[in-house]
Nanobody, 124 residues
Framework: QVQLVESGGGSVESGGSLRLSCTAS????????MGWFRQASGKEREGVAA???????RLADSVKGRFTIFQDSTKTTLSLQMNSLKPEETAMYYC??????????????????WGQGTQVTVSS
């Protein structure tokens, strides 16, 4: 089992920045995959960024050049630096983890473990 706790959400004006953090505990080893997802009201959950066990990162096209995903060497802290935020990116942001790579990196179906989420609100 893996437990995930997100932090760092909040309200920001359009063009602003936020950094989200996720603290992982439980059965953590070097084979873990982790990612960030978001879900806006009335919409499906979508992948934002993910990092594979070998450190390879994946970003959704909509956030490339503005968001960065990174984790510490112990793989217990995952972060998402978000710059130039847009109002349409207002959503609940979730941290997720998995030990399976049977689906694409940004597919929510790959991930078995989820945090409770942290709200990000971007005002225009």
């Amino acid at each position: 089992q893996v437990q995930l706790v997100e932090s760092g959400g909040g309200s920001v004006e359009s063009g602003g920045s936020l950094r989200l953090s996720c603290t992982a505990s439980g059965s953590i080893n070097s084979w873990i995959c982790m990612g960030w997802f978001r879900q806006a009201s009335g919409k499906e959950r979508e992948g934002v960024a993910a990092i594979d066990p070998d450190g390879t990162t994946r970003l959704a096209d909509s956030v490339k050049g503005r968001f960065t995903i990174f984790q510490d060497s112990t793989k217990t802290t995952l972060s998402l630096q978000m710059n130039s935020l847009k109002p349409e990116e207002t959503a609940m942001y979730y941290c997720a983890a998995a030990y399976s790579i049977n689906r694409p990196p940004l597919d929510p179906g790959r991930f078995a473990y989820w945090g409770q989420g942290t709200q990000v609100t971007v005002s225009s």
